[in-house]
């Protein structure tokens, strides 16, 4: 038995997230019915979490577990000739019998785009979540870097959706970076990257519809540390919309130090 | 009688252009539906041009003319609330009625995006043209610099496609600004930007398809005034795909001087 890690970037626009789900298209569904055309089998693909409907990625990973003797590289072609454009396998390789995409994951990035301008252009309404600005940047910042540590995020988690599996940890999470940067070719963009040991449910979205308050003086920085505090999702802002949200990537092993840094720099590609 | 002029984003991904055509849906098409809606009879949207199947548009500007009483900001707002999310409203306002959108234009420009990794992003295949790298980005702006004055176009223009109303000059067409630069967040991204006071059908496309033929090294840059010269299509480069082309803006009358900066100073946004 071999098992093969495949790095996959799709556009969640038009399907109900990665997980497989009676009556709704998701990616996960679709990589596997490619891979049974190819191996003859059904063959489960397991995630290195799930994402939810709409959102997108450009470095998901999962693996699956197969006796075919197609090469890696015959995974990553033939797969990408079946899938349909929304969803590119980036990357195929066999790794050791025992890796898990989700178990063994360390850490992952995610990006959000906000456009702020006063109107969303046709061209970014898939990709970027609409916020009219103006929002104070800065203070948006200093709210961002007192999530950074490891914190209790059950203020920031969908209500009703613990995940079972989490390890004995509950909601406690440690996040290493979170910032937001301007786009300098495009004064109205902004993205937010957040890199963390994991993310509960909505984690991500709700901290950026959190952060947008701060940004417009509805909420104080200061509110941050108390808002962890309570661990109750009755007191963080809004839920931000699916698609402004891109998994970026995930991390497995000793690449984490390194990559970290490319973070900390803020060299994650726009 | 009143006209009124409309500056319009779209995006063309589900659409064959702007110009109303049976059997298929286009955005003057749209507009028109929506215009007959708020004012209970038809009247005809003129753009500044037509674009190409699948071709975007940040800036497309139309009029109309109309005996309603709306005033423009409820046109704009009326509109937006019809028409789909591909197009949006950017603004309405009330011009001098012998305005006219096409004949009136003193220029236009254009962004042609290039995305230039191994792979093309799902999240990128809607509004990226995927010309895998390398190319020789010092050699493509030299190129694109020889067609930066007044030349006739007939080498980039598609076959057999001549539009009529073209004041008797031809294939003839003046370019004031051309150029290539890279996505400082982005190294694998390139934006074309290219203004002229007309352009013929697909010559922006033609023009990318043959640029990169230069940054390939498949054609010289030497090569381009000769190519001019010729008047034939048969020599120029394949025509780009429509899903990298945006039209960023149209401009009128004494506003061009200083958009013509603004262009020459690479400000355009992404």
Same mark, same amino acid.
């Given at each position: 038995?071999?098992?093969?890690?495949?790095?996959?970037?799709?556009? /969640?626009? &038009?399907?109900?997230?990665?997980?497989?789900?009676? +009556?709704?298209?998701? =990616?996960?569904?679709?990589?596997?019915?490619?891979?049974?055309?190819?191996?003859? @089998?059904?063959?489960?693909?397991?995630?290195? &979490?799930?994402?939810?409907?709409?959102?997108?990625?450009? &470095?998901?990973?999962?693996?699956?577990?197969?006796?075919?003797?197609?090469?890696?590289? /015959?995974?990553?072609?033939?797969?990408?000739?079946?899938?349909?454009?929304?969803?590119?396998?980036?990357?195929? #390789?066999? $790794?050791?019998? !025992?890796?898990?995409?989700?178990?063994?994951?360390?850490?992952?990035?995610?990006?959000?785009?906000?456009?702020?301008?006063?109107?969303?252009?046709?061209?970014?309404?898939?990709? *970027?979540? *609409?916020?009219?600005?103006?929002?104070?940047?800065?203070?948006?910042?200093?709210?961002?870097?007192?999530?950074? /540590?490891?914190?209790?995020?059950?203020?920031?988690?969908?209500?009703?959706?613990?995940?079972?599996?989490?390890? !004995?940890?509950?909601?406690?999470? %440690?996040?290493?970076?979170?910032?937001?940067? $301007?786009?300098?070719?495009?004064? #109205?963009? =902004?993205?937010?990257?957040?890199? +963390?040991? &994991?993310?509960?449910?909505?984690?991500?979205?709700? =901290?950026? !519809?959190?952060?947008?308050?701060?940004?417009?003086?509805?909420? @104080?920085? #200061?509110?941050?540390?108390?808002?962890?505090?309570?661990?109750?999702? %009755?007191?963080?802002?809004?839920?931000?919309?699916?698609? +402004?949200?891109?998994?970026? #990537?995930? *991390?497995? +092993?000793?690449?984490?130090?390194?990559?970290? %840094?490319?973070?900390?720099? !803020?060299?994650?590609?726009?």
């Amino acid at each position: 038995v071999r098992t093969i890690k495949l790095t996959i970037a799709f556009d /969640g626009t &038009g399907y109900a997230g990665w997980q497989r789900q009676k +009556g709704a298209p998701t =990616i996960q569904e679709a990589v596997e019915k490619a891979l049974a055309t190819m191996t003859g @089998r059904f063959t489960p693909v397991h995630g290195a &979490g799930r994402t939810d409907a709409g959102v997108h990625a450009l &470095g998901m990973v999962a693996h699956f577990r197969t006796e075919s003797k197609i090469p890696s590289k /015959g995974f990553h072609r033939g797969l990408n000739s079946l899938l349909p454009g929304e969803i590119r396998v980036l990357a195929a #390789e066999e $790794v050791e019998e !025992g890796f898990h995409a989700r178990k063994d994951a360390r850490g992952k990035v995610y990006r959000y785009q906000m456009a702020t301008g006063t109107m969303l252009l046709p061209t970014d309404r898939l990709y *970027w979540g *609409w916020f009219p600005g103006p929002l104070d940047l800065d203070a948006m910042n200093q709210a961002a870097s007192l999530l950074v /540590g490891e914190h209790d995020f059950s203020s920031f988690e969908a209500s009703g959706s613990r995940v079972a599996k989490d390890g !004995g940890r509950g909601a406690v999470r %440690r996040v290493f970076t979170a910032g937001f940067r $301007v786009l300098a070719t495009a004064p #109205e963009k =902004i993205q937010f990257v957040i890199a +963390g040991d &994991g993310f509960l449910r909505h984690m991500v979205r709700n =901290i950026v !519809g959190t952060l947008v308050e701060v940004g417009r003086n509805q909420r @104080r920085v #200061e509110e941050i540390p108390e808002l962890l505090r309570r661990c109750d999702r %009755r007191f963080a802002g809004p839920t931000a919309p699916p698609q +402004g949200l891109f998994l970026v #990537e995930v *991390w497995y +092993g000793n690449e984490d130090d390194n990559q970290r %840094r490319r973070v900390d720099h !803020g060299t994650i590609r726009a």
